[in-house]
């Protein structure tokens, strides 16, 4: 069974960073594109960043430069880094499985195109 559980989250000032982590069970992280997405109180869930399967990285430009997202196989965690944090990024931020072929879609920051969630963490930007 894929499992996913994402953990870190939690109530940081602005300028400050963040480090989350999703832990996966039940997979090989080289074979799976993840993804790591957020949901603004009120709004749709939207694709961030993901890391494919062989490693490479890509993102959209509303966290190019200021987040970054990583993995380690032999630990079975992805990681997301986030800094220069604005209020504005407040959410919930989940990761999700894809499979690989995710990666080369045109669509990869689809919440559709991932089939596996964790549960989700709560991050919050407030002074």
């Known amino acids: 069974q894929l499992q996913l559980v994402e953990s870190g989250g939690g109530l940081v000032q602005p300028g400050g960073s963040l480090r989350l982590s999703c832990a996966v069970s039940?997979?090989?992280?080289?074979?799976?594109?993840i993804g790591w997405f957020r949901q603004a109180p009120g709004k749709e869930r939207e694709g961030l960043l993901c890391?494919?399967?062989?490693?490479?990285?890509t993102w959209t430009d509303s966290v190019k430069g200021r987040f970054t997202i990583s993995k380690d196989n032999a630990k079975n965690t992805v990681y997301l880094q986030m800094n220069s944090l604005k209020p504005e990024v407040t959410g919930d931020y989940y990761c999700?499985?894809?499979?690989?072929?995710?990666?080369?879609?045109?669509?990869?920051?689809?919440?559709?195109?991932?089939?596996?969630w964790g549960q989700g963490t709560q991050v919050t930007v407030s002074s």
């Open positions: 039940g997979f090989n992280l080289d074979d799976y594109a």
């Open positions: 999700a499985a894809g499979e690989a072929s995710v990666g080369n879609h045109s669509h990869i920051f689809c919440a559709g195109m991932y089939k596996h």
């Open positions: 890391i494919k399967a062989a490693g490479s990285q």
